[in-house]
């Protein structure tokens, strides 16, 4: 069975200061890795995603993750925090025999000025 | 940008009635999803839908379960007994065919959910 792991419940950052969000992710065969980000009343909204190729994803926001298939780990990464980055986010996995996205626990990100 | 929409925002039942929650994907979507969040739990899946049937549900997804969608636009999820531990976040989901650009690694795009809260 595949399962997520979001180790912190909350992270906090100073505004322009780098963010990581950590994800590690169990899984038979290759990994489908998505992140998604939820602000209040809201839906999940897609971030990135992690398929196959380079091992540093780029997506939405200036927001990217890197994909380590020895640590089994997909931590999303910001150079410089905005406050207006404060929000839940969760990490997925996808396998390939099926449709369902399995989520982590999510991580709430608290941006301070 | 168009949007998953879902109907109502908030629904309140008593136990054991029957709620149906509703969801409109994106038009030119053929996947649909629905997951719940029970509050301060993980989100979990539901079941998926592709060509008019299920096509995988996990084990929450029992009897009192079923999806639906009814014409052209909506997907609907239907409880039929409530009871308290229905009590939820339900999300809606959709993600575009095959065929269209990826198959399996499409993004699933949400809806911003339903709170069911069961009395």
């Known amino acids: 069975a595949q399962s997520v792991a979001q180790p912190e419940d909350q992270v906090n950052v100073a505004e322009g200061n780098p963010l990581t969000v950590k994800c590690t992710y169990s899984?038979?065969?290759?990994?489908?890795l998505f992140w998604y980000v939820q602000y209040p009343n809201r839906g999940l909204q897609f971030l990135l995603k992690y398929i196959t190729g380079d091992n540093l994803v780029k997506g939405s926001y200036g927001f990217e993750a890197e994909f380590n298939k020895s640590q089994t780990s997909f931590h999303l990464k910001k150079p410089s925090a905005l406050v207006s980055d404060s929000a839940l986010y969760f990490c997925a996995v996808r396998d390939l025999s099926g449709n369902m996205l399995t989520f982590g626990g999510g991580t709430r990100l608290m941006v301070k000025p | 940008e168009p949007e998953v929409t879902q109907t109502p925002s908030h629904q309140v039942t008593q136990m054991g009635q029957e709620v149906i929650l509703r969801c409109v994907p994106i038009s030119n979507h053929l996947y649909f999803y629905w997951y719940r969040q029970i509050l301060g739990q993980k989100v979990e899946f539901l079941v998926s839908?592709?060509?008019?049937?299920?096509?995988?549900k996990s084990e929450i997804f029992d009897d009192q379960f079923s999806v639906e969608r009814p014409d052209g636009s909506n997907f609907t999820l239907k409880i039929r007994s409530t009871k308290l531990e229905d009590s939820a976040m339900y999300f809606c989901a959709s993600s575009p065919s095959e065929s269209t650009s990826g198959g399996y690694y499409n993004e699933q795009f949400f809806g911003p959910g339903t709170r069911l809260t069961v009395l």
């Open positions: 899984v038979s065969g290759n990994p489908y």
């Open positions: 839908f592709y060509n008019n049937e299920i096509s995988e």
